[in-house]
């Protein structure tokens, strides 16, 4: 069966400009996770998703990034007025639930976005 | 802060050998550890895990030791295998559950044929 897709595979856009990064999770999959891996750096927590709602966005560094999952499935990672600071691999996961034990994180190829 | 270290970059193991990769972490509150592994240009994939309620967990080649009063686990790969090279993140989680998983910053390993 299909993985996590995510698009486009890479991004690159001049500082200031606002980018959108999309994540397709496995199909029947209620819970969706963003990530950001910088160079050199494991993935680094964002926002978790439990069907449309956002359930924890503790990871979003500022109020330039924001993320929605209108109808519970495709989810778009919005980041507006870049900033070189922002480039690195933004990693989409998702699960067949958001908890319990053993609830295993399918994650996709990653979206590398660079910011000149 | 790292709550979640892995203090060796990198690790060159002979092929057939046993491979050890570290693991050490500073929230008590942990209580689920899983270990991803990693190939250039794709996302991490999950390999193996274990609850704060057991201290050895095994799954063929795999095993993770937790040992909870120093704080530290490891991923023992026996034999190794030219495939296993790539790179391998600890990660944890609290709650039992694994809705937001703190890494650590990943080990590359090499495996030498």
């Known amino acids: 069966g299909a993985g996590v897709s995510q698009t486009p595979s890479n991004k690159v856009t001049e500082k200031g400009k606002y980018v959108e990064l999309r994540c397709d999770p496995i199909s029947g999959h209620t819970a969706l996770y963003w990530y950001r891996q910088s160079l050199g750096q494991g993935p680094e927590f964002l926002i978790y998703f439990q069907g449309t709602g956002a359930a924890d966005d503790s990871g979003l560094p500022n109020d330039r990034f924001f993320a929605v999952r209108p109808e519970g499935s495709v989810s778009t990672l919005k980041i507006q007025r870049t900033e070189r600071g922002d480039s690195a691999v933004y990693l989409c996961a998702s699960s067949l639930e958001g908890s319990g034990l053993r609830n295993e994180q399918f994650f996709g190829p990653g979206t590398r976005l660079t910011v000149l | 802060d790292q709550q979640v270290k892995q203090n060796s970059p990198s690790l060159s193991v002979q092929e057939g050998r046993i491979s050890i990769l570290n693991c050490d972490y500073t929230n008590s509150m942990f209580d689920y550890f899983l270990w991803y592994k990693k190939y250039p240009a794709e996302g991490p994939t999950f390999l193996i895990s274990i609850s704060s309620i057991k201290d050895k967990n095994e799954d063929g080649r795999f095993t993770v030791f937790l040992n909870k009063s120093a704080k530290h686990l490891s991923l023992h790969i026996v034999p190794s295998q030219p495939g296993d090279s790539a790179v391998y993140f600890c990660?944890?989680?609290?709650?039992?559950?694994?809705?937001?998983?703190?890494f650590g910053t990943g080990t590359r390993l090499t495996i030498i044929p």
């Open positions: 990660a944890a989680s609290v709650n039992f559950g694994n809705e937001k998983l703190t």
